[in-house]
C-alpha cells in the first residue's frame, strides 16, 4: 500500500502560514531565525546578532562629509552595543577632522545612540531618534573646541539621522509581499535585533 500523501492545505491562509515558514528560512540570508514556532495570526521573526550588526553597520563607513570645501569629517571603525532596555542601539566611532586650508588633522571619538525605524519605501532598516552622548577631537585650540562641544553634537546627528543599517534585496520584500508579509516591530534584545514579520492581509 502506498504512503499516504501529505494533507494538502484546504485555504489560502493555511497556505500563506506553510509559505511564510519557508520564508523566514531564506528570506534574510545571514540571520538567525528566533527560536520558538510562529504564532496563531501567522507572525514570525528573525534575529540579527550583534556580530552581525556590526558587520552591515561597517559597510556604511568610513563616512566622510566635506562642508564648504574648508573641513572634512570622517567617521570610521564603529563599534556597535545592544541597549534592550530603551529598545535602541549605542554605537561609538572614531573620528577625523581635516582643515583644508591649514592641513591639519585632528582625531577623536563620537558616541551616540539611537533607535530604528523601516523604511517600506525602500525597503531599510534606519537610524531614529539619533543622540550623541560624547564628542572630543584631539589638540584643538580652546576657542575651538568651545565651538565644537557647541555645534558639532547636533551637526552629527542631523548628519547620520536616516543612516541605513540594513537595506533588505528588493526580490525578497517582493516575495514577501505576494506571501502577504511585511516588516512590523524592531526589537533589541540582549542577543541581537529582532525583526517581526507580521501578515498584511490576503492578497
Same mark, same amino acid.
Given at each position: 500500500m502506498p504512503p499516504m500523501a501529505?494533507?494538502?492545505?484546504?485555504?489560502r491562509r493555511q497556505a500563506q502560514r506553510l509559505l511564510g515558514g519557508a520564508?523566514?528560512?531564506?528570506l534574510l540570508p545571514g540571520l538567525t531565525a528566533c527560536a520558538g514556532t510562529p504564532g496563531g495570526d501567522g507572525a514570525r521573526s528573525?534575529?540579527?546578532?550583534?556580530? *552581525? =550588526?556590526n558587520e552591515l553597520l561597517a559597510r556604511q563607513f568610513p563616512y566622510t562629509r566635506s562642508f564648504s570645501g574648508l573641513a572634512e569629517l570622517s567617521l570610521v571603525s564603529p563599534r556597535l552595543t545592544l541597549l534592550p532596555a530603551s529598545n535602541r542601539l549605542a554605537?561609538?566611532?572614531?573620528?577625523?577632522?581635516?582643515?583644508?586650508?591649514?592641513g591639519s588633522r585632528h582625531t577623536g571619538g563620537l558616541d551616540l545612540d539611537y533607535g530604528l525605524r523601516f523604511d517600506a519605501r525602500e525597503g531599510a532598516v534606519r537610524m531614529a531618534d539619533v543622540r550623541v552622548n560624547r564628542l572630543?577631537?584631539? *589638540? =584643538?585650540?580652546?576657542a575651538q573646541q568651545q565651538l565644537v562641544s557647541q555645534y558639532a553634537p547636533r551637526l552629527a546627528e542631523q548628519l547620520l539621522a536616516?543612516?541605513?543599517i540594513y537595506r533588505f534585496p528588493a526580490e525578497q520584500l517582493a516575495l514577501a509581499r505576494?506571501?502577504?508579509?511585511?516588516?512590523?516591530?524592531?526589537?533589541v534584545l540582549p542577543d541581537g535585533l529582532r525583526v517581526e514579520l507580521q501578515p498584511q492581509g490576503l492578497r
Amino acid at each position: 500500500m502506498p504512503p499516504m500523501a501529505a494533507p494538502i492545505p484546504t485555504t489560502r491562509r493555511q497556505a500563506q502560514r506553510l509559505l511564510g515558514g519557508a520564508l523566514a528560512a531564506v528570506l534574510l540570508p545571514g540571520l538567525t531565525a528566533c527560536a520558538g514556532t510562529p504564532g496563531g495570526d501567522g507572525a514570525r521573526s528573525v534575529t540579527l546578532s550583534q556580530e *552581525r =550588526l556590526n558587520e552591515l553597520l561597517a559597510r556604511q563607513f568610513p563616512y566622510t562629509r566635506s562642508f564648504s570645501g574648508l573641513a572634512e569629517l570622517s567617521l570610521v571603525s564603529p563599534r556597535l552595543t545592544l541597549l534592550p532596555a530603551s529598545n535602541r542601539l549605542a554605537t561609538a566611532f572614531g573620528l577625523v577632522l581635516t582643515e583644508r586650508l591649514t592641513g591639519s588633522r585632528h582625531t577623536g571619538g563620537l558616541d551616540l545612540d539611537y533607535g530604528l525605524r523601516f523604511d517600506a519605501r525602500e525597503g531599510a532598516v534606519r537610524m531614529a531618534d539619533v543622540r550623541v552622548n560624547r564628542l572630543d577631537l584631539d *589638540r =584643538l585650540p580652546r576657542a575651538q573646541q568651545q565651538l565644537v562641544s557647541q555645534y558639532a553634537p547636533r551637526l552629527a546627528e542631523q548628519l547620520l539621522a536616516d543612516l541605513v543599517i540594513y537595506r533588505f534585496p528588493a526580490e525578497q520584500l517582493a516575495l514577501a509581499r505576494n506571501l502577504g508579509l511585511a516588516v512590523g516591530a524592531l526589537r533589541v534584545l540582549p542577543d541581537g535585533l529582532r525583526v517581526e514579520l507580521q501578515p498584511q492581509g490576503l492578497r
